[in-house]
């Protein structure tokens, strides 16, 4: 079940990679006595883990990096590039900016400022910080469905934050966000293209219009969402959100989410390049071997993974950022499957579902008895769900909070699994 073709590809690779430094006088490589143990050791602890790359696998945001991600990731480990400076990493530094150039395309952005991260975490810290150095004192606001991380983060950042409520779909309320406008001292709003709960989308032509009239900065989290604009089988409201990223101010994308990265892959992206101005700082020891921008003066986090630009250039080489592609398919497949998933369940009056997924996160809770049970049940039957703790009148509920289930369908097998996952649902709800 585990795919080893990249176990051959890195042979050959290796000795290709090698050969290019053949004028070197020969030295020897390190390795280690008593690694085969300990690889072992290994290869056992992992098994530890839920099975993440099965299709039974129907919980959280987890999948593993597509193989050539994997093998891409892996041969440039050997080099180990740091992409902090041209110095450490002149090859994929270069690979880092033609990827980050397609991202900022794939959103219509020609010009952009920036660079991949460790995470969306990270991304949304240097774009909430960017906010606070243009506005300096102003509110952050965003969704009370948003990511907790924006909270967090502007509390790190000394911005003031709010949250606006939600609609019964889980997207910004216009209403609540033009009331917080009226009264002023909004900085920026954030914008969740794909909320990580539910991946409901916000309404982003109407927050643009709002922008119109009060003057704020527009960011975009979408982090776990931004790869949808690919899709082509959204709904026409999702469809027209997305189309107006174009007009935001920056935005975040995580290629370890969507992007078929392995972990360690975020992105942020400013429209004005000219943002890069907070970046400076003087440093007696990193930039001196040339008079390019080194992406280091344009990222908060000073060591960064080569590795990582690496593998999302040869992911988009082999499946590039287009509609109609083979990536694009991919996504189209997991949006089919949440919304046949969401179907049965819609239709089986053991369950409630609060509105039809706008990507492909499906979330629903129980009639009688109690979520937790179930997915305890399912597990017990190889199908793993997740838990989530959504607001009550969803449901039609008097709670404020209900445990529902819900279920990521990320991985475009899933597509074929609805049967069978369905099929243990329905065992799982019964037992
Ligand atoms: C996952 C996620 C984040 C946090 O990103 P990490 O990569 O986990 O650091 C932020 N916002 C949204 C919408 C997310 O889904």
């Avoid at 093998?71 to 690979?95: C, E, F, K, V």
């Avoid at 975009?220 to 409201?237: K, M, Q, R, S, V």
């Avoid at 369905?422 to 799982?428: G, H, P, S, T, V």
Wanted: glycine residues 8%; proline residues 5%; charged residues 20%.
């Amino acid at each position: 079940m585990l795919e080893n073709q990249t176990l051959d590809l890195l042979g050959d690779a290796l000795r290709k990679l090698e050969h290019q430094f053949a004028s070197l006088p020969e030295c020897a490589a390190a390795e280690s006595a008593g690694m085969d143990a300990v690889i072992a050791d290994v290869a056992e602890r992992l098994g530890e883990n839920y099975p993440y790359f099965h299709p039974l696998y129907a919980g959280q945001m987890l999948k593993p990096p597509h193989p050539v991600a994997r093998a891409a990731y892996a041969l440039a480990t050997w080099i180990n590039p740091n992409n902090h400076a041209l110095d450490g990493g002149r090859a994929s530094t270069a690979m880092e900016r033609d990827a980050v150039a397609q991202i900022a395309a794939m959103f219509g952005w020609q010009e952009h400022l920036g660079h991949l991260t460790g995470g969306g975490t990270m991304a949304n810290l240097e774009a909430l910080w960017v906010a606070g150095q243009l506005q300096p004192g102003k509110k952050i606001v965003a969704s009370s469905q948003s990511h907790y991380t924006h909270e967090r983060i502007s509390k790190v950042l000394h911005l003031p934050f709010a949250k606006v409520s939600t609609d019964a779909r889980g997207r910004m309320d216009m209403a609540a966000l033009e009331q917080m406008l009226a009264g002023g001292e909004i900085g920026c709003v954030v914008a969740t293209m794909g909320t990580t709960a539910t991946g409901s989308v916000d309404p982003l032509p109407e927050i643009l219009a709002l922008r119109e009239r009060y003057g704020f900065r527009v960011h975009i989290d979408a982090a776990y969402g931004g790869y949808f604009t690919l899709a082509g089988n959204l709904a026409p409201e999702t469809r027209s959100a997305f189309d107006r990223i174009v007009d935001a101010d920056s935005l975040v994308i995580d290629p370890h989410k969507h992007g078929l990265q392995p972990y360690g892959c975020g992105c942020v992206l400013f429209r004005e390049p000219a943002v890069g101005r907070f970046y400076k700082h003087d440093s007696p020891a990193t930039y001196f071997s040339s008079k390019e921008l080194h992406l280091g003066e344009i990222s908060l986090e000073c060591s960064r993974p080569g590795a990582s630009a690496v593998a999302l250039w040869a992911t988009m080489r082999l499946l590039p950022l287009e509609r109609g592609g083979e990536f694009a398919h991919g996504l189209e497949a997991c949006r089919r499957a949440a919304l046949a998933f969401h179907t049965r369940l819609s239709q089986d009056n053991r369950f409630l579902t609060p509105f039809a997924p706008q990507l492909d996160i499906v979330v629903w809770a129980l009639k009688n008895g109690s979520a937790e049970r179930v997915f305890q049940e399912a597990a017990r039957r190889n199908l793993h769900l997740a838990l989530a703790r959504l607001p009550g009148e969803w449901f039609g509920s008097g709670e404020e909070q209900l445990l529902c289930l819900r279920s990521v369908l990320m991985k475009p097998e899933h597509e074929q699994w609805i049967n069978c996952i369905w099929e243990i649902l329905d065992q799982a709800a019964n037992a």
